[in-house]
């Protein structure tokens, strides 16, 4: 089967989902193109069966702004027609779906047939879609897909509130490959952050407000005074001065490290004793599933789709947004003795398991079966 893959290239749960999947169906003898303006970032091109297609954005004395989505249908049915592709799959509504859609039409128009599957992560719902100049757009990018997919249960209700949806919308969940996070823990990385009496806690994001960064440093203020810490902020994004300022105001430069963004936050996450993910909404928290990969529990809001991946008390606690001060106290409960760590730990990794790309991978190739 030849695959097209549309997704973003960034460091964004989407762009690692979609490129892990297509990398999955390389490995199985799928020959797959990935279709975006720049390589994503976990591509590998040195891999068999996988191609990729870059976007050119140009700028044009025509338009103030570059119109992506035309270049990208251009290039998608460009692609189609020469690389002969059997199937397309978006990832986000728009522009990548209603890209997808318009390509399709002018294929059908040369006689070429083009399905194409659409899935839905989360800010093109629960952001974009409360906005009204989006709205019509997103819906009738969902309508005119071939299949929808969310990655969540939560995410499913969500489009079904925002929009008019006219078909079923099947629920794929994120995954990972459990064999990448494997034997990453190295202790001379852990020594380089903390002393042997020493926890870490960890958090990464994109530093916006949804995040509620502030509030992972609050907690980590309130467990570092019953148990002394080190704090590891992974990413980088616009509130970061913010959270600076907030650190210089409780007096814990010392022990709150800033590492911006990196490629290395398996082995970041590996050292680390408990992750913390406060956010206002998650479609579904891929990056807490990275963190019990390495064996980590996790300290989490209960919005959205975490609750469908942070099991409470067992791979770590769940609060509600904002209850800095019960997740401070749920931190302290999983760190109060090593027994404890230990068990959180081996939940954590055992869970993340359920997830493993084997397992979701089939839930898609049948969607690619039924489509072709």
């Known amino acids: ?13 989407s762009g690692i989902v979609a ?15 990935f279709i975006s303006y720049r390589q994503p970032v976990r591509l590998d091109m040195f891999s068999k069966n996988i191609f990729f297609h870059e976007v050119d954005i140009s700028d044009y004395p025509l338009f103030e702004h570059s119109p992506y989505e035309l270049t990208l249908t251009s290039k998608l049915v460009d692609v189609a027609i020469h690389e002969k592709l059997d199937i397309l799959h978006v990832h986000y509504a728009i522009p990548h779906a209603s890209a997808a859609y318009t390509a399709k039409k002018i294929l ?15 800010t093109d719902i629960t952001l974009l879609g409360k906005d009204q100049s989006f709205k019509p757009v997103i819906e009738f990018a969902i309508n005119h897909s071939d299949v929808v997919t969310t990655v969540s249960e939560s995410l499913k209700r969500d489009t079904l509130k925002y929009f008019n949806v006219k078909e079923d919308i099947k629920v794929v969940p994120n995954f990972i490959d459990c064999t990448s996070y494997c034997n990453s823990f190295d202790q001379s990385h852990r020594d380089y952050f903390a002393n042997n009496d020493e926890r870490i806690l960890i958090h990464v994001s994109n530093f916006r407000k949804v995040k509620r960064v ?3 440093i ?4 309130i467990v570092n005074k019953k148990t002394t810490s080190k704090l590891l902020l992974v990413g980088d994004g616009p509130e970061r001065a913010n959270l600076e300022s907030l650190c210089r105001e409780l007096g814990i430069c010392d022990s709150v490290k800033f590492l911006g963004k990196t490629k290395d936050i398996t082995t970041l996450m590996s050292i680390s004793d408990v992750f913390l993910l406060p956010s206002e909404n998650e479609s579904f928290g891929l990056v ?9 529990p996790v300290v989490s809001s209960n919005a959205g789709g975490l609750t469908e991946v942070n099991e409470h008390g067992k791979t770590g606690y769940l609060s509600d947004v904002g209850d800095v001060e019960g997740m401070a106290r749920f931190t302290l409960d999983i760190l109060k003795d090593q027994q404890t760590l230990d068990l959180f730990k081996k939940s954590a ?3 993340s398991e359920k997830f493993s790309i084997d397992k979701v ?6 969607i690619y079966d039924s489509l072709v």
């Open 1 to 13: 089967m030849k695959i097209g893959v549309v997704c973003y290239p960034t460091y964004g749960g």
């Open 19 to 33: 490129t892990e999947l297509g990398k999955a169906f390389a490995e199985k003898g799928h020959e797959v193109h």
């Open 108 to 122: 059908e128009s040369k006689g070429l047939k083009l399905p194409f599957i659409t899935t839905l992560h989360g």
């Open 214 to 216: 502030e509030d992972v």
């Open 218 to 221: 609050r907690i980590f203020d």
């Open 288 to 296: 807490a599933l990275e963190a019990m990969a390495c064996g980590v």
């Open 349 to 351: 990794l055992l869970h």
């Open 361 to 366: 991978l089939p839930l898609y190739e049948a």
